[in-house]
């Protein structure tokens, strides 16, 4: 009986792990198990959220994702069933999922439609990427090889002062910035050696998915700041209980994943508070690169008068994120701190790249490629938001931004975002439920979709697709409520 | 009254960090809040973890970790009283601690003396490197930047397999292969990959340090394995109770830090217990490449038939630390559920620095440079050993393995060597205590010290500021005993 063996499963309401992912794991195992064979039927959503004392929603989600991953098949309404898995896959609990196969081209190391802020890398300059790297290679191949601080080298620290200058409006000495591995690496070492297990930290909701796994996973307490469309988080979530956040994660730039850019007002208020309450703040300024009209908005770490902002900076946007290079800028009191930290557990940066990217910097082969990826990106975005309008519109709406690498597309019925991603998944589009994001706050159905990466063929293709998705979607929803 | 400051110090038996440094943290933060005064003199160690319900050990190693950074001075017998700090540290509690200035001369980018398992990059062939860079900038810029795969470049995984074969004997393929930021980035993969929160990890004891504060805070559970001088970890450890852990990380070709390497006979019972338990095996190869007598031992991985062995391998110890490369072999059944970790997180590793290793193997430099290190290490270590007997026989013993980067040095007496660590540091060297790296086994006294970094003149100094220490230790002790 598939019941019996399914009558076992147990969560864990305090493991880092959302609830629909304990769920369909432990199904997973079961099915890889060979305890629910091929063509067992999996109880109804009502019945076995009700058995577990679980929201139907978080079964739902559960099955999604294992027709998603191809474990089991079925539609809406007339049941869901273990599918056949390849004689192999039962050897071991630990085998792959099957994967969908795509229905939408694309080649193997292309990314698949609609994949989030990832750059194009087709249009790299690769040749005068290997001239400043051979640049290096012939005037101090040691360079290439060693560090002389553990904060990262040097002269890539002094050219990321100039870029933060002249394109993020702030003043920063070297001493003050760390190399980091990516942007991750960078919020990581905050953590490192700003918080404690038991410390509170606020983070955005809604927010960066991998920071809410993070958080836990540290000994963190999460606390939560809802997120608005026009201006990102609110800092009054701070002051409706005494006990202020340690550290406060905050996108002012272009809040992930809404896309807004946060008040001067709001961003005063946050400052004031921190400074007040003690706290520290993270600004992730993850694609502040790209904005397509009007000035650029300065970092917030420009008003910070109290050295309370660690800004977090990225070259996985504009640069490759294969190569792994982010930064950190450290206020000066606390630069004493980081390089505890720093020489204790390393800063995970590998000193390769480093030089050369000085020498980008320096030529200004670097922001000659972000101004050429900007004027492209805001005709890909146009040609998008064209599209958009053109076979999604009966279906989705969305905020234009003037900014970024992603767009929002929420819909207008109360659709379930898990499954048409998964569904989307199965046509090969790689787009991100919007309920994803959320932790607390009711989540408007939606997608996230990035246009970055992707010619006007390409997208063309895909948003056609992904109509069809919806169309199909639409007629199931319909002939369910019949 | 500085009493009544420390009276509310808490600590937290759950929490990750060791007693002695939550208690070291507590009086910290009090110095530099300014909550205890310069001068102020700390409670008697005796008194003070009475009060506290701690042991006297665990007190006076936080007090001899605000000695050894410069917040407290004093001898031992007659009172420790917090130091005098410059005006700037106390504006902020998350100011540095002052460091000793050392009294050993070494430039600023050299390591401090007898610091552990670091190559002597003075000795690095940079101009092959750059000439490896540049063949792959001129060849192939775009695999300077791009990945085409999400364990890392082809051709590099292609050429640790080979490595794998001759050096290591044993076979794996390409698809195995992930390249991972260092060895760190590669037990991080495992963990994220098997292992669930509340799994149980049963580790070496004494064994590698981060490991004891990752896994916790991982949310999972430690278990502890005895390891002997003679054979490593000691398999019985797993068999006192019914429930087997999930991952066994082990250092089997010499074990960390006390040298030996495990038989024959310990192997195979490590693989039977893990394919009886369904268990995996982490074996961390950290630097068998340096074995100075005898055949090299092949590597655990090689004897596992059942596909339970995970093999983590570094670039760290041969090629260069700063260059953040490791990888790991994943058992062929476990590879898919490895790409979707990879996929899911990345793997941390830059792209950049592949394909130009991938040529430095293949073009035998890599190789030669190991050869070349190996009969250099072995000329320093019998050099190191010939100073010790001379210079350190009446304080410490060692074994003498035939392997490795790093001796541990012994005591003959029951001296406290976080204290006489403490005090070598202060001198400028960088020797780690015994204890720091046992669990719950009662620690034998002693220093780990590290000798392939330093040449002959530089080998002597040191061990001659150590018989130093040894002695103004040694008339220390005998005078508190009069």
């Known amino acids: 009986m598939s019941d019996a063996a399914l009558l076992s499963i147990a969560v864990d309401r305090n493991a880092p792990q959302p609830l629909f992912q304990q769920v369909y794991e432990e199904i997973r195992q079961r099915i890889l198990a060979g305890h629910l064979q091929p063509r067992a039927q999996l109880p109804p959503t009502r019945q076995f959220a009700q058995e577990l004392g679980l929201s139907r929603s978080t079964v739902t989600a559960a099955y999604e994702q294992l027709i998603c991953e191809g474990y089991a098949a079925g539609q809406r309404g007339s049941g869901i069933y273990v599918t056949e898995l390849p004689e192999d896959s039962l050897q071991t609990a630990t085998a792959a999922p099957r994967r969908p196969a795509p229905s939408v081209r694309h080649g193997a190391d292309r990314p698949r439609p609609f994949a989030a802020g990832i750059p194009d890398m087709r249009l790299f300059p690769y040749e005068k990427w290997a001239q400043a790297v ?6 101090t191949p040691r360079h290439l ?3 002389d601080d553990v904060f990262g080298d040097g002269e890539l620290r ?15 000495t070297p001493e003050q910035i760390v190399i980091t591995a990516g942007a991750a690496g960078a919020i990581d070492m905050v953590f490192r050696s700003l918080a404690r297990p038991g410390n509170r930290v606020a983070l955005e909701d809604p927010g960066y998915a991998p920071l809410r796994s993070m958080v836990p996973s540290l000994g963190l307490t999460p606390i939560w700041m809802p997120a608005d469309r026009a201006g990102g988080a609110n800092p009054d979530a701070l002051r409706t209980d005494g006990n202020a956040p340690h550290l406060i994660c905050l996108t002012p730039s272009h809040q992930f994943p809404c896309g807004g850019a946060m008040p001067l007002a709001r961003r005063l208020d946050f400052l ?22 009007g000035r650029p908005i300065p970092a917030m770490a420009g008003l910070d008068e109290a050295g309370r902002v660690l800004y977090v900076g990225s070259f996985s946007k504009v640069f490759s994120a294969h190569v792994r290079l982010g930064y950190l800028v450290v206020p000066e009191p606390l630069v ?5 930290t720093a020489e204790r557990f390393g800063v995970g940066a590998s000193i390769m790249p480093q030089r050369p990217l000085a020498d980008f910097l320096k030529t200004g082969e670097f922001h000659r490629h972000i101004r050429r990826m900007r004027r492209l990106y805001a005709d890909r975005r146009k040609h998008f ?8 519109s ?8 003037q900014a970024g690498m992603t767009v929002l597309l929420s819909f207008l019925e109360k659709w379930d975002d898990n499954e048409i991603a998964c569904n989307a998944a199965a046509r090969g589009l790689a787009l991100q439920p919007a309920s994803a994001f959320y932790a607390r706050q009711p989540s408007p159905p939606g997608l996230l979709a990035g246009f970055t990466a992707f010619d006007v063929e390409e997208m063309t293709a895909a948003v056609q697709t992904l109509a069809d998705v919806f169309r199909d979607y639409r007629r199931a929803d319909t002939d369910a409520l019949n």
Chains 1, 2 share one sequence.
Not at 336 to 340: A, E, L, S, T, V
């Open 394 to 401: 009966r279906y989705v709406r969305y905020t234009d931004h």
């Open 134 to 139: 051979a640049r290096t290679a012939r005037a």
């Open 272 to 293: 004031e508070t921190a400074r007040q309450a003690g706290s520290y703040i993270i600004e992730d300024d993850f694609d502040s690169e790209f904005r397509y009209s």
């Open 145 to 147: 090889i060693l560090s």
């Open 158 to 172: 002094s050219a990321i002062c100039n870029h933060l200058s002249e394109w993020r409006g702030f003043a920063a």
């Open 385 to 392: 938001f064209d599209l958009v309008d053109r076979h999604l």
């Open 336 to 340: 004493p701190r980081f390089r505890q």
